[in-house]
Every structure is written in C-alpha cells, then in structure tokens.
C-alpha cells in the first residue's frame, strides 16, 4: 500500500510540472523582454527581417493552450518578437503533456 501511494503522490507530482529549455545561438545579443500579447507563433519561416535568438522548448501537463502560453513566456524574457518554425507535439498517457518547439527571433 505505502508503495502504491508513493507512485500516486510521484505521478501527480510529475504531471504539473513544465519543462522549458532556451539554447542561445549567439549569447552576445542582449534584448529587453517583450510583450507576451505581442508574441506570434510561426509553422514556418516569415517574410520579415530578423535575428535568430535561439532554439527554445517547453513541455506542460495540459492542453496545448497551456503549453503556447508558457512558451510566449519564456520567449518574452528573452525578447523575442516571434517563434518560427514551431513544432507541436501531444503526449496522451497518464496525463495529457504538450510540447512546443521552434526558434525564437527579434524583428529587425
């Protein structure tokens, strides 16, 4: 019995967490973060000037609602403009988990 409540205490533990990861491509660009209202999500590349800030990544339990909003988050703090080519992928096992990919870029 004591096992089986540890696992369920480990597995709801496991299910709200969010995984976020920024990979800078040149650490020498500093930006001012932006607005996350602001933040468009791209499935490809865009007819616009810009500077490639870095990959970035988020995984949520939850819907991919949950999921886009914790990216534009992430992506405000390092002043990104928008995020191209992203990626979605949905996880359906015990918990519901999304995951956004793409790179984040500043409008010239």
């Known amino acids: 019995m004591k096992n089986i409540?540890?696992?369920?205490?480990?597995?709801?533990?496991?299910?709200?967490?969010s995984i976020s990861a920024y990979y800078a491509q040149d650490t020498s660009i500093?930006?001012?973060p932006t607005s996350i209202e602001n933040i468009k999500l791209f499935s490809n590349d865009i007819n616009k000037e810009y500077i490639v800030l870095?990959?970035?990544?988020?995984?949520?339990?939850g819907s991919s609602i949950s999921a886009e909003k914790l990216l534009k988050k992430k992506a405000s703090k390092i002043g990104a403009d928008a995020i191209i080519y992203c990626k979605m992928t949905k996880l359906n096992s015990f918990t519901q988990r999304t995951g956004?990919?793409?790179?984040?870029?500043?409008y010239n």
Do not use: E, H, P, Q
Not at 5 to 15: E, P, Q, Y
Not at 54 to 61: E, K, L, Q
């Open 30 to 32: 500093k930006s001012t």
């Open 100 to 106: 956004i990919s793409g790179v984040a870029v500043k």
């Open 5 to 17: 409540i540890s696992a369920l205490v480990l597995s709801i533990t496991l299910s709200s967490c």
């Open 54 to 61: 870095g990959s970035i990544a988020v995984d949520a339990a």
